[in-house]
């Protein structure tokens, strides 16, 4: 039973367009949503993270929006650059235990 | 300084045969995760240990995979009578404590395994 599920599976943007990836969780119980990045022959990276008290996270050019109510939440890159181009893999975990539940991954490619 | 490194980076092996990989977390860290990722597929929770112990193996495919942590450090993932289904990228992460909601996880590049 997947308990994160994320979407699209690839993604084609334009350099300087907006780069959005969702993903919906099951468990009302996750109380961490964090978002790594991986590019090729390498582990993935936090990126950005949120906790559910708030709706929304930025961090330069990275924005998490997280609907509580819908078990939504997605990254938004504005300004998409070309050296943004890796798969980003949305994440929940509850309490302390520490345990990452990933979604599927997104490909992004970002077009010069 | 060091971050996670793992060993070896590829490992390629015949149906049946054991083998074991390794994971060297950053120092000071107390928590260490071993994931699993298949081609195409998101990253799979395979096993977390609190200093030597492991309070959660549910993600253990099955019992011929096995982990242990000595010393509160070093890591050896073991998978014993491979098998075709396991040819994955094995990662390890580690963390300063595991037990802080926003503890953040830093990973290893990761052991190709391929099993012929």
């Known amino acids: 039973q997947q308990q994160v599920k994320q979407s699209p599976q690839s993604l084609i943007v334009q350099k300087g367009g907006i780069s959005i990836i969702n993903c919906a969780y099951e468990?009302?119980?996750?109380?961490?949503f964090p978002w790594y990045q991986q590019f090729p022959g390498k582990g993935p990276a936090l990126l950005i993270a949120?906790?559910?008290?708030?709706s929304e996270k930025k961090e330069g050019r990275f924005t998490i929006s997280f609907n509580k109510s819908a078990k939504q939440f997605s990254l938004h890159i504005m300004d998409s650059q070309p050296g943004d181009s890796a798969t980003y893999f949305c994440a929940a975990s509850r309490g302390n235990t520490g345990k990452l539940i990933f979604g599927q991954g997104t490909t992004l490619q970002v077009k010069p | 300084g060091a971050g996670v490194s793992q060993s070896p980076s590829n490992k390629v092996t015949e149906k049946g045969k054991d083998v074991e990989l390794r994971c060297d977390p950053i120092s000071g860290h107390t928590a260490l995760y071993w994931y699993r990722q298949s081609l195409g597929q998101g990253l799979e929770f395979l096993i977390y240990?609190?200093?030597?112990?492991?309070?959660?193996k549910s993600g253990l495919p099955s019992d011929r995979f096995s982990a242990e942590r000595t010393g509160g450090s070093v890591s050896t993932l073991t998978i014993q009578r491979t098998q075709q289904e396991d040819s994955a990228v094995y990662l390890c992460a580690s963390s300063l404590s595991g037990t802080s909601l926003s503890d953040t996880q830093y990973f290893g590049p990761g052991t190709r395994l391929t099993v012929l």
């Open positions: 468990n009302t119980a996750f109380d961490y």
């Open positions: 949120i906790r559910p008290d708030v």
């Open positions: 240990f609190q200093g030597n112990s492991a309070p959660d």
